[in-house]
């Protein structure tokens, strides 16, 4: 390993470096818009609350806040303030560490009311606060495969206007992916756990999981692919002016490890490897199959042979029995 990788990464002040959503958050998120927005094309919102430590967010807990937005005009909607501050008085009371890191939406994509509730929750930061609230979309269909989470951070961008109307440059925001991923503390796994223990369904076999576990990913790599034609589209046509230099380095480095499928020998090699892998599921499936048919003509016949043995047993002729419980024994002498 060399120096520079034993060297902790230097996060700069006031940036966020990652987020970090705990399994509470999304439970709550998804109880808010089943309670409030289920069946319509509203959203919710609601602040995170959390921890930050070297521009690392740790979303732990939130709460839902009363909004409502108008879907003809973009520009209205409406955030109770008093509410909002309330519950943070309350929650401060509970625990002290949790602050406000920032707030979620049910999206599932950015609204342009987004900029200017950042811009509101800001004020509620306690004071000294260096690092800016965050903005995370959970998205609450149950359809979605990948990750529910995409975390975004604001950025100023300067853009220079035209030399005709004035040299003055106008600083102008937007959103900015963060890395999220989901994580959680050992009690919350234990919760998590004992929620997913009644979920499993155990008449699912290997096989057919295995086949949903391929279908789903390669429906997000599809979604994937297409979000980075449509950015590579957009910067073609001009409508993005300043492309992401880090973003067009990773879709030359993922083309990069691509194999290269114009030589005959390499494919060949994957269909065999491909073709084996898939012979050894299905020979595994089919035996199983014979062992549980095999293990249900045993049961069969092991049924039928305990239910003759009791039919027999019915069917012998019964003891009479005298007073007293004793039987009743027949004297010789009678039949003479």
């Not at 903005?135 to 030399?163: G, Q």
């Not at 599921?281 to 549980?292: G, K």
Request: neutral net charge; proline residues 5%.
């Amino acid at each position: 390993m060399s120096d520079e990788d034993k060297t902790p990464k230097v996060v700069p002040l006031g940036d966020v470096e990652d987020v970090t959503i705990h399994p509470l958050v999304l439970l709550s998120a998804a109880d808010h818009y089943h309670r409030v927005a289920k069946g319509t094309r509203k959203r919710v919102v609601g602040a995170l609350l959390g921890t930050v430590s070297r521009g690392r967010v740790d979303a732990t807990n939130s709460f839902a806040v009363p909004f409502e937005e108008d879907n003809k005009n973009p520009n209205v909607f409406y955030l109770d303030h008093n509410y909002l501050e309330n519950m943070l008085v309350m929650f401060r009371k509970v625990n002290a560490k949790e602050r406000i890191v920032g707030f979620y939406s049910t999206g599932p994509q950015i609204r342009p009311n987004d900029l200017r509730i950042h811009s509101m929750l800001t004020r509620f930061l306690p004071k000294g606060t260096i690092t800016p609230p965050v903005f995370c979309v959970i998205d609450v269909r149950p359809d979605r495969k990948s990750i529910p989470t995409t975390a975004y951070k604001v950025v100023e961008e300067v853009e220079e206007k035209n030399k005709s109307s004035s040299n003055k440059a106008e600083v102008k925001k937007s959103f900015a992916h963060v890395p999220s991923s989901i994580g959680a503390m050992e009690a919350e796994e234990i919760g998590v756990e004992h929620l997913l223990r009644d979920i499993n369904d155990p008449t699912i076999s290997t096989v057919s999981s295995l086949i949903n576990g391929k279908m789903s990913g390669l429906t997000s790599l599809t979604d994937k692919l297409n979000e980075m034609k449509h950015y590579l589209g957009c910067v073609v046509e001009g409508k993005i002016q300043k492309p992401n230099q880090e973003i067009i380095a990773n879709m030359q480095g993922i083309l990069n490890l691509l194999p290269n499928l114009n030589v005959e020998e390499l494919v060949r090699a994957m269909l065999v490897k491909t073709n084996d892998l898939h012979m050894v599921i299905y020979l595994s499936s089919l035996i199983r199959s014979v062992i549980a048919l095999h293990d249900l003509v045993n049961n069969k016949i092991r049924y039928n042979e305990q239910m003759n043995f009791e039919k027999d047993g019915n069917t012998a002729a019964p003891v009479t029995s005298g007073s007293g419980g004793e039987e009743k024994k027949e004297d010789p002498t009678d039949k003479a």
